[in-house]
């Protein structure tokens, strides 16, 4: 099965933009890095204010990417090509590996590199190199998806 995008550089450029908008202004108001891990487990773990500015960046994340789907029909045609506990054990060896990797790809990528972190670029290479192995050998080897 291909799954087809439509890809634009258009959108492209506007979303990173927006992304980028959203860390510089999460840093600006709260003095906090966007990193999605951290900030769904503060959200967990954390009380008060902390808590709050968390829950309501999460919901935004939601509300945000519901009205987009909304406005663009992409809804309509939404399948899951997993099971439920396939997912969940898929979410619980993300979130393994996000703590491994102390932080996620929004973390290092968006966040890590713009502070010139070191950590943070070699995460960022690690995340990009397996991805392109994952899609290397799932399409070539397995010859799924193609």
Same mark, same amino acid.
């Given at each position: ?73 992409? /809804?309509?045609?939404? !399948? =899951?090509? &997993?099971? %439920? ?6 979410? @619980?060896?993300? *979130? $393994? ?27 960022? /290479?690690?995340?990009? !190199? =397996?991805? &392109?192995? %994952? ?6 080897? @397995?010859?799924? *998806? $193609?």
């Amino acid at each position: 099965m291909v799954i087809e995008t439509a890809f634009t550089p258009i959108s492209a450029i506007v979303g990173g933009a927006l992304i980028g908008l959203a860390a510089v202004l999460l840093m600006w108001s709260v003095g906090r890095i966007a990193g999605i891990s951290g900030i769904v487990a503060g959200a967990m773990l954390e009380h008060g204010d902390e808590r709050n500015w968390r829950l309501i960046f999460l919901g935004g994340l939601f509300l945000g990417a519901l009205v987009a789907a909304l406005i663009s029909g992409a /809804l309509e045609s939404v !399948a =899951s090509v &997993a099971s %439920t506990p396939m997912l969940v054990l898929a979410g @619980l060896l993300v *979130g $393994v590996g996000t703590r491994m990797g102390g932080g996620c790809t929004s973390g290092h990528g968006v966040c890590g590199i713009s502070r010139f972190s070191m950590r943070s670029v070699v995460a960022t /290479l690690v995340f990009m !190199a =397996s991805g &392109a192995v %994952t899609v290397f050998v799932i399409r070539h080897l @397995l010859g799924e *998806g $193609v």
